[in-house]
Structure formats: structure tokens, C-alpha cells
């Protein structure tokens, strides 16, 4: 049988390696096609990698193998070729010490599959909270035509008639029971209500956080970010999405045509829209550094600063995803930025026009879920960046999860070390704290914890809770789950483990909070201060191998997205043929 390749406007990336009758190209297609794959599959038609999260250990991915064939069959009907390529997939659920701290082993492992493998483009297919940062950050660095197809949330819980949100409501449950309010056994009971269908978290966590990132960024198709996982809406949107990556190629759409500085300003104002997640902001500097994009902390408080929190859902409001979605999703809020000047309405999509194009003519159909401007959660949403003498290079709070009456607030410092210390200390009756206070978590950021874990939103000590009291400030170089709430000081940088700061606050210390003036201040004197960073001594371990080692060695502050230091910038896709 002859090789005639297909006319394409290029020759694809892919023909290296299947192009041709020479002995190397004969040596790739002849075992591609031990899988059953006719010839004209080689034909030079773009090859489609489907980047797979699937893992029954990311529980918030397990249904994403039947998405990849809707994707199949869409990229069949545009003429393209998909092959399936499981990647690593990092469950927040499930993943010790955090999954954050494999974040950047997955973008690393998905940019050298992109790099070393015949694919044209990618279609990523993700959900689970880093699953969505991770395998944007591999697609940046190597710059190939990619498209992002997210799994879904899961359908609303419920427990006695009680709207459940995932996780938000372990939060709140676990609290009742230490305040003796419910029993163990009703804990138990909600259990089984909190996760009731396939998808990630029905709350606006990180997971849903990031597809409305990658939405507000282009980089998935208009509506894909709330669609519910069991919906059958969704198998038609990765199908869409699987057709629309090999126009793409066809059109070499590159990640860096669509995730420019202005698609970044989009989603930033977009997360002070729906009360996104904090963790939104470490990944969305790790991907900008990965695109080549100036991106900063100051530009998330420039941004974000005067972003009205227009959804309402939890943590931060009453609603949960499957509502957002039947009231129009996310393009109605990117419609509502863009009425406000507040979009840069020419940014380009992945679906080859601008982002205004997408949304000008959406309706809202439920302004309880998707609230007027006047009706507001926050009037000043979004991520407010703090600085001062205990954050020197900035930490972060989500107001519109905080209790507005703790946003100024100076209380004495209760210092906990370490998480180890924290839950030693923190259910004794003999701790020295009360309401008033501040509790503060040290040696828990990129390099303390190691991998800086969600544990940012301490539980309160059982003595306050008794007192009906339900917050508290808290301060912390550690993440806090997108489903958490309360007025929660995170990312504090330099982080404790590096002698910043923070690490060295003592028990009694006063410490001022004042968001509106994003001012967060040790009360000692700059000679005090000077004289104890002086006596620091590190206390972490440096590992001796492995992804651990690599990870403490390169691993960068919050302040800038928490990236390994060698993987910043977008280094493209080089290809050559292999000799065998």
C-alpha cells in the first residue's frame, strides 16, 4: 500500500515520526499498528494526544475514561487521530503529604510526555484541584495546540433535607461535633450525602476554581467549567471539545496565543466574581511563569481589589455548582465583568474568538445563584494581598469567606511550630487562648510542610467552639481547601522554613490585621525583629533522594506560584527523529 499523506496547510510535528517509508517511520507506525489501527491513520493526519487524568485514586477523575471517548469520537469526526495517554494524576483526596507537592511532578511528567511523544496537540482532561494546574502548566511549557475538557462537578447533597456541599460541610460537620452540637454517629450519617455522584467538589473549591479559571483564561470551550459530571450536556462538550483541537492544530492555536497577560487579568477578576479559591492564585502565577507571562501578587491585588463576589455559592455563599450551572454558569459572570469594564473583551479563546463573542448574549436564569451587583456577597471580592513586617513578600485572604467583623483585628499570637504541634496542643483545655487571639501555624509552606498542605484553616481549639464562637484569625504559610471558609491569613512568604518572618513570632506576640489597608504587622520593633531573625537556625531536614530532594532543593515560594525553579518559561516542543 502507498504513503500519501493528507494536504495540510504544514507539515505536522507528528510526520517525523510516522511520515515517510524510511526504516524509522516504518520502525513507529509498524508497532502503532499492532493495536488495530488501519494505515491512512498515518496519513498526515494531526496526531491527538488525550491527556488523561483518570485514576480510581483521584476519585474526582474516576469517570474521565468515558469522557475520553466522546473526545475520541469528535476528534475521528474532524479528521484527526486520538491516541489516549494516561498521565499522572494527583488526588488532593488521597495524596501524602499533599498533593501540591506533586503538582509540579505532573506538569513535569506531562511536558516531557508532550515533548518526547508524536502528538500535534493535546486535549486535557482533568478535575481534580491539581490535576487542572498541572497539566496547564506542561501544555505552556511546551506550547503545543492544547484545549482543556474538565470532568464536572458532582450533583448537590444532601442530609436531612440540608444542602451538602463536599467539603465545605466536613468542615462545618467536624466543628459541630467537637462543640458537641452533633453526635458521631450524624457525622457518619452526612457521610454518605457528601459525595453522592461521579465529579469533583460541588462547592466553589479549588477544582471548580480551576475550570473557571481555564474557562475565563480561553482555554476551554465557553460553558465547560460548571456543566455537572453525570449530565449528558458534558459528554457533548468533550466531544465539541475533541473536534475543535484539530481545527487548532490545523490553525496552530498555541497556548501562548490564548493565555496572555490579559487572559490572566480575566481570571483574576473572574476569581473575585465567584469567591474562588485562594490556591487559585498560586497556580495561576505557576502557569503565567510557565507561558513566559510577567504575572505578580501586586497584580492580583490591582485586579481583583475592586471585583464584587456575585456568586453565590459556598464556602462563601448558599449554592453549590449544579445550581450555578442552571443559571447560566460562567458566562453570565464573564458577561456581567464585561458590562462593568471589567474583561478584556478581545482576549482570544481556544475557540478561535474573542471571549466577548462567547458570552455577550447569555441570560442569567436565577439571580439568587447569580447575584445583582447591589446584592453582592462582597462588594470587594476577590483575593486581597497583605504585606507588612510578617509578610514581606505578601500573603493572602479570601474576604468574601472571612468574617467581616475580624477584617481589622490585633490580637496576641498562640504559635504553634508545627502541624505536629498544632494537633498536640490544640484540643487541651490548658491552652492559653481564647477568641480574641491569633493562631499561628508555622513551617507549613513549599519547603516546611514539605509541599504546603491545606491545613491553613485550623480547626479552633474545643473551648472557643463551646463558646459558640465559630471564627477566629488565623495566619499561616500553609494553603487552605478551596470548600474552607473563615478569616484565614495563607501563603505568608518568605515562608517559616526558609527564615522568613514568621518563624520567628513567640506565644504572647501581638499581631495587627487590617485587610481594607492590607496591612499584616508583627508589633515588635525592627531591631526585635532583626535580632531574632538573627538567632533563626533551619529545622527542616533536607532529603537525601528522590522526587522529595528535587522538590526541597528547586521548589520556589508561594509568592510566585510554588514552581521549581528550572521549569519556568515556555521551552517548546523541539522535535527529531530517533535512530534505532
Partial sequence: MSFKPAKWPRKLRSQEWFGGTGRDQIYHRGWMKNQGFPHDMFDGRPVIGILNTWSELTPCNAHLRDLA?????????????????????????????????????????????????????????????????????????????????????????????????????????????????????????????????????????????????????????????????????????????????????????????????????????????????????????????????????????????????????????????????????????????????????????????????????????????????????????GIAVLKGNLAPSGAVIKPSAASPQLMKHRGRAVVFEDIDDYKAKIDDDALDVDETCVLVLKNCGPKGYPGMAEVGNMGLPPKVLKKGITDMVRISDARMSGTAYGTVVLHTSPEAATGGPLAVVRDGDMIELDVPARRLHLDISDEELAARLAEWAPQTEQPTSGYAWLHQTHVQGADTGADLDFLKGCRGAPVGRDSH
Avoid at 79 to 97: K, L, N, T, Y
Avoid at 133 to 151: C, E, N
Avoid at 185 to 193: K, P, Q, V, Y
Fill in 69 to 381: 471517548e466522546r473526545v475520541k469520537n469528535g476528534i475521528y469526526e474532524a479528521g484527526g487521530f486520538p491516541v489516549e495517554v494516561p498521565v499522572f494524576s494527583a488526588a488532593e483526596s488521597s495524596f501524602r503529604p499533599t498533593a501540591m507537592m506533586f503538582r509540579n511532578l505532573a506538569a513535569l511528567a506531562v511536558e516531557e510526555a508532550m515533548r518526547g511523544q508524536p502528538m500535534d496537540g493535546a486535549v486535557l482532561l482533568v478535575g481534580c484541584d491539581k490535576t487542572t494546574p498541572s497539566l496547564l502548566m506542561g501544555a505552556a511549557s511546551t506550547d503545543l495546540p492544547s484545549i482543556v475538557v474538565t470532568g464536572g462537578p458532582m450533583l448537590n447533597g444532601y442530609y436531612r433535607n440540608e444542602r451538602v456541599g463536599s467539603g465545605t460541610h466536613l468542615w462545618k460537620f467536624s466543628e459541630a461535633v467537637k462543640a458537641g452540637e452533633m453526635t458521631a454517629d450524624e457525622f457518619l450519617e452526612a457521610e454518605a450525602s457528601m459525595s453522592r455522584s461521579p465529579g469533583s467538589c460541588n462547592t466553589m473549591g479549588t477544582a471548580s476554581t480551576m475550570a473557571s479559571m481555564a474557562e475565563a483564561l480561553g482555554m476551554a470551550l465557553s460553558g465547560n467549567a460548571a456543566i455537572p459530571a453525570v449530565d449528558s450536556r458534558r459528554r457533548v462538550m468533550a466531544q465539541l471539545s475533541g473536534r475543535r483541537i484539530v481545527q487548532m492544530v490545523k490553525d496552530d492555536l498555541k497556548p501562548s496565543d490564548v493565555m496572555t497577560k490579559p487572559a490572566f487579568e480575566n481570571a483574576i477578576r473572574t476569581n473575585g466574581a465567584i469567591g474562588g479559591s485562594t490556591n487559585a492564585v498560586i497556580h495561576l502565577l505557576a502557569i503565567a511563569g510557565r507561558v513566559g507571562v510577567d504575572l505578580t501578587l501586586d497584580d492580583w491585588d490591582r485586579c481583583g481589589r475592586d471585583v464584587a463576589t456575585i456568586v453565590n455559592l459556598m464556602p462563601s455563599g448558599e449554592y453549590l455548582m449544579e445550581e450555578f450551572f442552571y443559571a447560566g454558569g460562567l458566562p453570565v459572570v464573564l458577561k456581567r465583568l464585561g458590562e462593568a469594564g471589567l474583561l478584556h473583551k478581545d482576549a482570544l479563546t481556544v475557540a478561535g474568538e474573542p471571549i466577548w463573542d462567547q458570552v455577550k448574549d447569555v441570560v442569567n436564569h436565577n439571580e439568587d445563584v447569580i447575584l445583582p451587583v447591589e446584592k453582592a456577597l462582597t462588594v470587594q471580592g
